[in-house]
């Protein structure tokens, strides 16, 4: 099924007369923004009073283009802003590996995502005293390109960069 018909864009939601189905549509607008940049004060601040046209506008462009509406959004997202600081590349791993650890269905353990010397990786446990944990820190540079990736495994994380600068954060 496409993103189009199970999700309807900002430009859509305000053609909508006003229903029962537009506050639906709102809310999941509003629900779908704060995924995308609700945990991102980096992002939120260089964006300012352009925060929400913009998103708006990749939504869009992402549901035309039938973009699932999955953790692999935050990642386009991030490549649509093109906004190139650390801070705001590592805002846009940690939302999309909390989003994988949260919504993902697939029986992975874990998931590592990068750009450049960025990495987030998000861990499902099974106990039920730490639960998921997203780590962010960053890897040693080695010439590594740019431009976003991701890598999924089950058991204990194979990612464990040396120099590892990070924290954990239960969700």
């Not at 998000?122 to 998921?132: A, E, K, L, N």
């Not at 080695?142 to 990070?166: K, L």
Request: charged content about 20%.
């Amino acid at each position: 099924m496409s993103a189009r018909a199970t999700f309807p864009t900002p430009g859509l939601i305000t053609a909508l007369p006003e229903s029962r189905e537009r506050i639906l549509a709102f809310s999941a607008l509003r629900i779908l923004r704060h995924e995308l940049y609700g945990a991102c004060p980096t992002i939120r601040a260089a964006l300012a009073d352009r925060l929400e046209p913009a998103t708006d506008a990749f939504v869009d462009d992402a549901v035309a283009a039938g973009h699932p509406m999955d953790w692999t959004l935050h990642l386009e997202y991030g490549l649509h802003l093109d906004l190139g600081e650390r801070a705001c590349r590592t805002e846009i791993c940690v939302a999309a590996a909390r989003r994988w650890v949260r919504l993902d269905d697939s029986d992975a353990d874990w998931i590592a995502i990068t750009d450049g010397d960025v990495v987030a990786l998000g861990v499902r446990t099974q106990s039920p005293t730490t639960g998921p944990r997203i780590i962010r820190g960053r890897q040693p540079a080695t010439g590594a390109t740019t431009g976003f990736r991701h890598q999924t495994g089950t058991g204990p994380p194979a990612v464990r960069p040396q120099d590892w600068h990070a924290y954990q954060t239960t969700i």
